[in-house]
């Protein structure tokens, strides 16, 4: 008898995200969904988070932060978590989820914010070693 074949599914989808560190990479991304939006960032802000549509109508979120100000990595990985819970709480309104449940949250935060941070860390040329 052939062995059981595990299914693997994915009950919520990864929103689509970019990462922009400078508004360079920003003006790309506005390029690549047919948009124009001049401000990367607002007067002040280290960080923010940009909706929009990509070509095939999917919503697209811009995370952008200004890797070029003298921020310690704790700020970072600071803003991070802030814009992190921004995208989760746009998905779920979308989703039309208006009481996640505190695991659902706690999940879906840790699995966005690990998202970003890696893209972060790949930009950036690092890396994170845990210790547990």
Same mark, same amino acid.
Request: with cysteine; net charge negative.
């Given at each position: 008898?052939?062995?059981?074949?595990?299914?693997?599914?994915?009950?919520?989808?990864?929103?689509?995200?970019?990462?922009?560190?400078?508004?360079?990479?920003? *003006?790309? %991304?506005?390029?690549? !969904?047919?948009?124009?939006?001049? +401000?990367?960032?607002? #007067?002040?802000? /280290?960080?923010?988070?940009?909706?929009?549509?990509?070509?095939?109508?999917?919503?697209?979120?811009?995370?952008?932060?200004?890797?070029?100000?003298?921020?310690?990595?704790? *700020?970072? %990985?600071?803003?991070? !978590?802030?814009?992190?819970?921004? +995208?989760?709480?746009? #998905?779920?309104? /979308?989703?039309?989820?208006?009481?996640?449940?505190?695991?659902?949250?706690?999940?879906?935060?840790?699995?966005?914010?690990?998202?970003?941070?890696?893209?972060?860390?790949?930009?950036?040329?690092?890396?994170?070693?845990?210790?547990?």
């Amino acid at each position: 008898m052939a062995k059981a074949k595990v299914l693997q599914g994915c009950t919520i989808t990864m929103p689509k995200m970019v990462l922009c560190l400078n508004q360079q990479e920003y *003006d790309q %991304v506005m390029k690549e !969904v047919n948009s124009y939006s001049s +401000v990367y960032l607002p #007067k002040s802000k /280290n960080a923010c988070v940009r909706i929009f549509d990509d070509p095939e109508g999917n919503e697209l979120f811009i995370i952008c932060l200004d890797a070029a100000k003298d921020v310690t990595v704790m *700020d970072m %990985v600071g803003l991070i !978590v802030h814009e992190t819970v921004h +995208v989760f709480q746009s #998905k779920c309104a /979308n989703m039309g989820e208006d009481h996640p449940s505190s695991e659902f949250q706690a999940y879906g935060i840790q699995n966005l914010f690990l998202t970003i941070l890696e893209a972060y860390l790949e930009k950036k040329g690092g890396s994170v070693k845990l210790c547990i």
